[in-house]
Nanobody
Framework: QVQLVESGGGSVQAGGSLRLSCAAS????????TGWFRQAPGKEREGVAV????????YYAHSVMGRFTISQDNAKNTVYLQMNSLRFEDTAMYYC???????????????????????WGQGTQVTVSS
C-alpha cells in the first residue's frame, strides 16, 4: 500500500505563491508517476502537473504552464508543486496522486486517467483572493 499526504495549501492573494508537498510512504518504489490534480466547486477534477519517477520528465496543463513547477526529491519520497503568480481561478482542492502504470498527459480528462491513478491523498485547499 501507498499513502500520500499533502500539505502546504492555504489562502493567498492573487499574484502570490504557495508550495504544495506530497509525502509518500509505503511501497513507493514501483510508482511510475506522481501528479497533482485539482477540483474547484462544481467542476470536474482536472490534471495540473505530473512528474515521472524515473528521469523526472514533467507535463503541465496549459493553464498553469510557466507559473507552476513540479519537482521531486526521491530520497524523501516527496513531490512538490511550486505555484507562482496565482490567480483566482487556481482556487481549488488540490490532490496528489500516484500511478504504477501509465500517467496523465495534457489534454487528458480526469475520466481518462481515474483508473490509472490508484493512490490519492486527502487533498489540500488552495484559495486565491482577487
Amino acid at each position: 500500500q501507498v499513502q500520500l499526504v499533502e500539505s502546504g495549501g492555504g489562502s493567498v492573494q492573487a499574484g502570490g505563491s504557495l508550495r504544495l508537498s506530497c509525502a509518500a510512504s509505503g511501497y513507493t518504489a514501483s510508482m511510475k508517476c506522481t501528479g497533482w490534480f485539482r477540483q474547484a466547486p462544481g467542476k470536474e477534477r482536472e490534471g495540473v502537473a505530473v512528474i515521472y519517477t524515473d528521469g523526472g520528465s514533467t507535463y503541465y496543463a496549459h493553464s498553469v504552464m510557466g507559473r507552476f513547477t513540479i519537482s521531486q526529491d526521491n530520497a524523501k519520497n516527496t513531490v512538490y508543486l511550486q505555484m507562482n503568480s496565482l490567480r483566482f481561478e487556481d482556487t481549488a482542492m488540490y490532490y496528489c496522486a500516484a500511478a504504477r502504470w501509465g500517467c496523465w498527459r495534457p489534454g487528458m480528462t480526469y475520466t481518462d486517467v481515474a483508473g490509472v491513478f490508484g493512490y490519492w491523498g486527502q487533498g489540500t485547499q488552495v484559495t486565491v483572493s482577487s
